[in-house]
């Protein structure tokens, strides 16, 4: 393997974690290579493409492109299709094919941590939403949506096979079920809010956040206290992560090498 050049195309990119992530797997194998943060604006979404296509062996897509870039590839998986977003591309001499990393990243970190398969509740309905449903119900979990724009969850429920939580019945949903998502950006920069109302929390069972800054979120300390299992956004990071490295370059990912350097910053 030559030279491997990667990056991440998207706006905003700097404050990513996987560069460092990336680069750690590549040294720890032996891999000479790099990966760039790449920010591209819109209109120069499609010459950057066409400079991934002459260069990059691939690149992650991130923020606000996950959607629109599957018009200007190649060829995209049929996950990606289903799910309606690529974070991955990968070249095969300048034929640009995209993936989607995080559904079956996120399922890694159930199974990681021993989650079994049953009933789940997601809250979100953007394209984080649409990946861990979709992943979901394609190992034959029951999965409920419920969103703060109600017509974007019937929309996901409808699309990938999963039942719509109505407003009035979220709290009760919530109390029952053994597994809760946290797949809207609350959160996010917020150690003070949390997706669900004062008090109410799931009786049993595991809690995920796929917010990873902060780490700690308000939903997973809440939980936690209430003797919850919880997983935090690092772990569906670290899968969808290690399934795009093993895509670019055919090697099997580093786990332990790769855990860390996301570590290390947090
Ligand atoms: P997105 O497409 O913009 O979707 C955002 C979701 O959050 C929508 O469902 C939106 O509801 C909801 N939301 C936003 N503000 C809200 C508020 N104040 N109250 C209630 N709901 C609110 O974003 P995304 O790409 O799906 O990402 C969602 C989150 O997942 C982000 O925090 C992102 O960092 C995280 N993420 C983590 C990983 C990982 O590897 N750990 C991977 C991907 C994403 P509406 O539909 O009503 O607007």
């Keep these: 393997m030559g030279h491997v050049k990667l990056g991440l195309v998207g706006y905003p ?80 001499d300048g034929y640009l094919r995209g993936y989607n990393t995080d559904a079956a990243g996120f399922y890694w970190s159930l199974k990681r941590h021993n989650v079994l398969p049953g009933e789940a509740l997601v809250l979100g309905a953007g394209g984080a939403a649409r990946a861990v449903v979709y992943a979901l119900v394609e190992k034959g979990w029951l999965v409920g949506v419920a969103n703060r724009t109600l017509a974007r969850a019937e929309e996901l429920a409808q699309q990938l096979g999963a039942w719509l939580v109505a407003p009035a019945k979220l709290e009760k949903a919530v109390r029952r079920t053994p597994l809760l998502i946290n797949a809207t950006s609350v959160g996010l920069e917020d150690g003070a809010s949390s997706p669900l109302p004062p008090g109410v929390l799931p009786e ?63």
């Design 13 to 92: 990119v700097e404050h990513s974690l996987s560069p460092r992530m990336q680069q750690a797997a590549m040294a720890h194998l032996g891999i000479s290579g790099e990966y760039l943060l790449l920010p591209t604006k819109p209109a120069e979404l499609p010459a950057r493409l066409r400079e991934v296509a002459a260069n990059y062996a691939g690149v992650n897509v991130t923020v606000p492109y996950k959607r629109s870039v599957m018009d200007l590839l190649d060829d995209v998986s049929e996950d990606a299709r289903k799910i309606g977003a690529v974070n991955t591309i990968v070249n095969e």
């Design 204 to 266: 049993a069972g595991v809690v995920v956040d796929l917010v990873y800054s902060p780490l700690r979120t308000k939903l997973l300390a809440d939980a936690a206290a209430a003797g919850l299992e919880t997983i935090d956004g690092l772990q569906m990071l670290l899968g969808q992560g290690m399934r795009s490295f093993e895509l670019w370059t055919g090697r099997k990912a580093p786990l332990e090498v790769m855990e860390r350097a996301l570590g290390k910053v947090v």
